[in-house]
């Protein structure tokens, strides 16, 4: 019987290794897996990639992680707000790595790795900065930079529901990069405020079939779980 359903955040992360790229979904805190971020420091992996919209926001979740020193780079789209306290004092004293991206060619480099697409060109980031050392190229008389997928060694998502067999649902905006980094790693982790029973979940509604996650824990509509099983 396929169970995909773990009984606590320490056995659905248990295997994450150090140097790992782990794409962590979250537009800001909407969508946020904090539980599982949380895991991530208390399992200890470090050397790590972090892939996520943004670079953290106060001191918890990502930005706790980042405090832990043991992310060495990050790619992001939007690193720098008000609250990214954590972020700008590790960046300023070059304890971590930036890499800049456009958040459309965020999305479409992890998407990339999905559909097994080697490269793409887009417009976006031409003639800028984050064009320098790409190769470029004019297409029907505009041009373009060549971009590469993102591809991750563990996904962290945030789904609002879940079956045994790994079937996710979201709740709105919530979702955002969710679907996408899971299919875009080796092995997706999901928390869910709920599981359910097979075949409640419409398969018109799910977004995510199951056949791209590995493990599924539920964590309750707060997003804290039990680190440990008792």
Known sequence: MI??????????????????????????????????IDGLIEQGAKDLVVVNNNAGNGYTGLAALLQTGRVRKIICSFPRQTDSYVFDELYRAKKIELELVPQGNLAER???????????????????????GKETRNINGRDYVLEYPIYG???????YKGDRWGNLVYRKTARNFGPIMATA?????????????????DPEAVVTPGIFVKRVVAVGPQGSAPVNAA
């Open 110 to 132: 992890i998407r990339a790795a999905r559909a097994g697409v080697g490269a793409f060109f887009t417009p976006t980031g031409f003639g800028t900065q984050l064009a320098e």
């Open 3 to 36: 169970n995909k359903i773990v009984a606590s955040v320490a056995e659905a992360l248990a295997d994450v290794k150090d140097g790992s790229t782990i794409l962590i979904g979250g537009f800001g805190t909407a969508g946020l897996p904090n539980a599982l």
């Open 185 to 201: 790693a080796k092995m997706t982790i999901a928390q869910v405020h709920e599981t359910v029973e097979l075949g409640e979940l």
């Open 153 to 159: 060694d563990v996904a962290l998502i945030s789904a």
